[in-house]
């Protein structure tokens, strides 16, 4: 029996830090003291997996950690080190530079993710030289 309620546990821990993080996703201006309250209520309100006793004591921890810095955002900088990760599979310099503009937000851009993807398309003017008249 301890060890299925050890699991209990832990999933909980694990789902309310997951709801702690994405919470913390969405509003990212919001004071860890605002956040605490949020969850705080979500825990009085039963509108949680755990028990009462379990989400107000993971609320507590999960201020506590962002009071002492163990709680940050940081998925703007990993977004962008991943956009900037998929143009190395350009092999010349010149398509690898057009491909971290177009990242970086030059071209034009249409659709979202909701509707199924991105699409960045930049122009490229190239001029070649006219062959050599016999």
């Known amino acids: 029996m301890p060890l299925s309620f050890r699991r209990l546990s832990l999933f909980a821990t694990t789902a309310l830090l997951a709801a702690a ?3 913390a996703h969405a509003a990212p201006d919001e004071s860890a003291r605002a956040r605490y309250e949020r969850d705080r209520q979500a825990c009085l309100s039963g509108n949680t997996q755990q028990s009462q006793a379990v989400c107000l004591q993971e609320a507590g921890a999960a201020l506590e950690s962002s009071r002492a810095g163990q709680l940050t955002d940081a998925g703007a900088p ?5 956009a900037v ?3 190395d599979v350009f092999k010349t ?3 690898r530079a057009a491909c971290l503009d177009r990242v970086k937000g030059q071209g034009a851009v249409s659709g979202s993710p909701a509707a199924g993807g991105v699409l960045r398309e930049s122009t490229t003017t190239t001029i ?6 016999r």
Do not use: F, I, V
């Open 21 to 23: 993080a994405g919470a």
């Open 128 to 133: 070649t030289p006219a062959p050599a008249s």
């Open 78 to 82: 990993t977004q962008q080190n991943n």
């Open 93 to 95: 310099p010149d398509d």
């Open 85 to 87: 990760e998929r143009c």
